[in-house]
Each structure stands twice: as structure tokens, then as C-alpha cells.
């Protein structure tokens, strides 16, 4: 039986914790101090955090404008993938996104990244267009759109 991950709008407080699950995730691509405090003030509440079993165990940012979401950033610490994490905090945001209305959320992928395009495949997500160069010279991204 899996341990109930709980999902919260995140608190300054939990950037510290943020930033080592930042660099877990995305090593020398992670992101620094001042994108999450941004973060923190653009979106408070679609900008969350999981726990599990009293551990912050990952964080997904989302923004809304003109109608449309942007799933900005999602990380799960590597010692707490495969536990429901990375999923508790897509379907939180999904409801949050239904509730307000909102017709499509979108994200960028490397088009390289097979686990990440299953994973968002499974939420229904479906490939739009290539980006190219989007994560640097010579590294492209997959556009993906889930209509709400």
C-alpha cells in the first residue's frame, strides 16, 4: 500500500528543499533561487508542493494566461519517483484547472525525454509541434497540449 502523497500551495520555506529536489532533477539545468521566488509570487497557489511520508518529495508550477495553463516545472526528487508523486501533483492541478475553467494546458518536453512524454501522454497530453533549439543550440522541445 502506497503512502498518501498530500499536495499544498507552497510556502518560502520550502525553497530550500525546492532547490535540492531542483538539483536532484536537473543537475547543471537546475534552476536557481530567484525563478522559484518569482514563482512563488506569479502563481501561489498553482505552484505546489508533496509530501510524503513528511517530506517534501517534489513541486510542479503552473501558470495561467489568456485563458491557457503552462505546466512550467515539475521535479520529482529522485529518491521518491515511482511512488505517485509526479502523478498526485498533475491531477491536483488538473482539477484546479478544470474548477476555474481553463481550456488547455500546455508544457515543453526534450523531445528526447521518453519518460516524460509517456508520462505526459498518460495524462491525455498529445504532441503539437517540435520547438527547435528550445533547451539550447542542437536540443529541441516537443510542444504538448492537453485540451481541458
Known amino acids: 500500500m502506497r503512502t498518501r502523497v498530500e499536495i499544498r500551495p507552497v510556502v518560502r520555506r520550502d525553497l530550500r528543499r525546492i532547490l535540492e529536489i531542483e538539483a536532484a532533477s536537473f543537475g547543471r539545468d537546475a534552476w536557481d533561487r530567484p525563478i522559484f521566488e518569482d514563482a512563488v509570487e506569479r502563481s501561489p497557489d498553482l505552484f505546489v508542493v508533496a509530501r510524503l511520508a513528511g517530506r517534501i518529495a517534489g513541486y510542479s508550477i503552473t501558470f495561467i494566461e489568456r485563458g491557457a495553463a503552462e505546466l512550467v516545472s515539475i521535479g520529482v526528487h529522485p529518491t521518491y519517483r515511482r511512488n505517485g508523486v509526479g502523478e498526485a501533483l ?59
Open 90 to 148: 498533475m491531477h491536483f492541478t488538473l482539477g484546479e484547472l478544470k474548477r476555474r475553467g481553463v481550456a488547455r494546458w500546455r508544457l515543453m518536453v526534450r523531445i528526447d525525454n521518453e519518460q516524460a512524454i509517456g508520462f505526459y501522454r498518460g495524462f491525455g497530453f498529445e504532441r503539437m509541434r517540435t520547438v527547435r533549439g528550445y533547451y539550447g543550440r542542437g536540443v529541441d522541445a516537443w510542444r504538448m497540449e492537453l485540451r481541458l
